[in-house]
Structure formats: C-alpha cells, structure tokens
C-alpha cells in the first residue's frame, strides 16, 4: 500500500480536490489517500463549497471529506506528501525532523512536465473560475502521479 498526502493551507480548497481527483484514477486497495492543511481555522470543516461543486461538474463526489491539520505523525503514515504551493511547502518541510521525512514532501506541480506554474494558486478569495482553473491543473498533475504510482507497484 502505497500512502499519499495532499497538502493546502485550509483543507477546504485545493487538497480535498486533489485527493477526490487523485482517488478517481487510482486503485483504492493499492493506495491510501488522505489530505491535511497547514492551518487549523476549517478543522472538521466540509469541503469549500465551490471545490465541491467543481468536483461534481467533473463527476467525483468529496462530501465525504473533512478538514484536518497537518501533523508531525503524517511524515511516518505517508510515503508521499504533494503540497499546492511554496508557502505549504515551507511550512511542511520546516516541520521535519530528518532528512528522509523532508524528502517525501513535494510540489505537486513539480510532477508535470514543461508546465509554466509551479503553484496551484489559491483560489479561496476568487471566484468560481478559479476553482475551475485549479480542477484542471489538479486534474494534469494527478494523470501523472497516478501513471508514477502505476509503474512503482
Ligand atoms: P485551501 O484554501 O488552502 O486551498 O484550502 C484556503 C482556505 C481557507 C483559507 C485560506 C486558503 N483561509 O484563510 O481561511
């Protein structure tokens, strides 16, 4: 069982989008999905409204989802731990404590190739194409990861 970890600031925007999109192209008995933000004020919170609209125009549900802040122990569950942005990525590598939990975190934009954004923008103080603009670019970077995760096995 292979263990990934999305990562955002809230939990309600990005990452419950990146791991609805990435569990609709996995094998859920192969790998174990979960998502987590950097700060606590949407804990237990559902899904933004607008992420879980997108999702659904896109066919995947994530109602299911509730928000949770990322902690220390998740460097030990996960193998893998995508983060949307440089300030998750900062916040997230500053919480590990060796060299090997600061190596499973990643960008998750890193994973496409000759893309011109390195961040997934946040969309929370936008409007609805901005949820949209985040679909697509969540949607690109996880065909890849779960192609990475396909040949991994
Ligand atoms: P997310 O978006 O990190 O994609 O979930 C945000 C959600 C809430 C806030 C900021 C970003 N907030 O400041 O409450």
Request: some cysteine.
């Given at each position: ?18 791991e ?5 192209k ?10 987590a933000g ?7 919170h559902?899904?933004d ?8 125009r896109?066919?995947i ?16 569950s ?17 919480m ?13 934009l ?6 011109k ?9 936008g409007?609805?194409?901005?949820f ?10 996880c065909?890849?990861?779960?192609n990475n ?5």
């Open positions: 069982m292979i263990k990934v970890l999305m990562v955002c600031l809230g939990n309600i925007c990005r990452s419950p989008l990146a609805g999109i990435l569990r609709s996995v094998d859920s008995d192969k790998i174990f999905l979960d998502s950097t700060g606590a004020w949407h804990v237990g559902l899904p409204k607008r992420s879980i609209e997108v999702a659904k896109n066919g549900d994530i109602t299911y989802q509730r928000a949770r802040q990322f902690s220390e122990d998740d460097f030990d996960f193998d893998l731990i995508y983060v949307m942005d440089k300030e998750n990525l900062k916040a997230v590598q500053s590990a404590l060796t060299k090997e939990q600061r190596d499973k975190v990643h960008l998750i890193d994973v496409v190739k000759g893309t954004y390195r961040e997934v923008p946040d969309p929370y103080y409007g609805e194409q901005g949209d603009f985040v679909f697509q670019l969540l949607n690109e970077a065909d890849q990861i779960a995760l396909l040949n991994e096995k």
